[in-house]
Antibody
């Protein structure tokens, strides 16, 4: 059974940084494309970052490009999201999700709040 | 930027057919998928590539996509089908785009 477990969500300060992690199990992580998707009541679901299986092909949504960095460690079956220069509008539930172009499996999400 | 529009809500009686729509410019030229999100839970993929069902999606769920509108059809709707349904598409120009979601209520 596929399991994706996010962690690292917290209260962050504007301009500050947070690092999210996603632990994967139940499938061959090293051959699976991965994404981060966030959700807010106001904007709904928003895809923010993609990384291919080897980590050499990465794409970002315009809203986070230059501030967030997606990465992975296939040896540890883990996905990461480094979030810098945080803004209030980054407040959301962050999900890791597997797949390319559509998202087959999702984690339970981790909450990020950005406030002073 | 590309936009997908969904009606905010839809109500149906148990056993009826629910038709949830998703509209976008020339949407029929793209692939569409659908997610179900029950309260307090993560989204679950129920339809991908317009009409394909992942294992685990009941046969009551079907999808279509033509012109400017994609449709998710749920036959013999049950109480457990309640939730918010999101459509999603993608292409090289727009990346991934989600609709705003339709809240399905089974009366």
């Amino acid at each position: 059974e596929v399991h994706l477990v996010e962690s690292g969500g917290a209260l962050g300060q504007p301009g500050g940084s947070l690092r999210l992690s996603c632990a994967a199990s139940g499938f061959t992580f090293s051959t699976t494309e991965m994404n981060w998707v966030r959700q807010t009541p106001e904007k709904g679901l928003e895809w923010i970052a993609y990384i291919n299986s080897g980590g050499g092909n990465i794409h970002y949504a315009a809203s986070v490009k230059g501030r967030f960095t997606i990465s992975r460690d296939n040896a540890k079956n883990s996905l990461f999201l480094q979030m810098n220069s945080l803004r209030a509008e980054d407040t959301a539930i962050y999900y890791c999700a597997s797949g390319t172009n559509y998202f087959e499996d999702w984690g339970q999400g981790t909450r990020v709040a950005v406030s002073s | 930027s590309y936009e997908l529009s969904q009606p905010p809500s839809l109500s149906v009686l148990p056993g009826q057919t629910a038709s949830l729509t998703c509209s976008g410019d020339k949407l029929g030229e793209k692939f569409v998928c659908w997610y179900q999100q029950r309260p307090g839970q993560s989204p679950v993929l129920v339809i991908y590539q317009d009409q394909k069902r992942p294992s685990g999606t009941p046969g009551r769920f079907s999808g279509s996509n033509s012109g400017d509108t994609a449709t998710l059809t749920i036959s013999e709707t049950q109480a457990l089908d309640e939730g918010v349904y999101y459509c999603q598409t993608w292409d090289s120009a727009t990346d991934v785009v989600f609709g705003g979601g339709t809240k399905l209520t089974v009366l």
